[in-house]
């Protein structure tokens, strides 16, 4: 009987911390950011007056825009999420377009709170995401035109142009606001920098290695 108790409080501790790991469902029909309130603190953006709701809270214009890909990766992302569009707060949806170069790469980087759904609208691309420890399997495939590939929330993944032409990309999100933390930058860009003894030992490499990393940031 005991052990009924404790793994039946076991099933609901589990089914509870995996409800609260994801954006909460809407307790309301919308819940528009409002950009002015500096005062209240949710955990998302404080909802404007629903009497104040407008179709432009809702709509973005620009995604028939190609980015500028004149740049070191050679890709561009625009971004369509909360930041963008008031009215997807609380919604837990969002979009982004990126433009890729001849052989642009979007470089391995996760989204923390969003698992991210590509479409090539145009061109092909490798594209691919590794698992977490211990196994770190990379899963990966050349896609083009028309097909879908799916990255799980929080993995590490990139995309790259194959092609000889530009390439363009649709993805769809599932986090108003999914986050990016581009791998690279986090270990070898941050300000203040990551210890050198740090980096060296973690990477096995000599710090020397490691400043010639740091300088690229
Ligand atoms: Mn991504």
Partial sequence: ??????LLATIIAMTCSLVIAFEPSPLQDFCIADTTSSVIRVNGLPCLDSKLAQAEH???GGLHIPGNTSNPLGITVTPVNVAQIPGLNTLGISLARIDYAPGGVTPPHTHPRATEILTVVKGKLYVGFVTSNPENKLISKIIKKGDVFVFPVGLVHFQKNLGSGTAISQSSLSSQNPGVITIANSVFGPNPSISDDVLAKA???????????????
């Fill in 203 to 217: 990477f096995q490499v000599d710090k020397s290695i490691i400043s010639t990393l740091q300088a690229q940031f």
């Fill in 1 to 6: 009987m005991a052990n009924q108790i404790v």
């Fill in 58 to 60: 809702f709509s973005f």
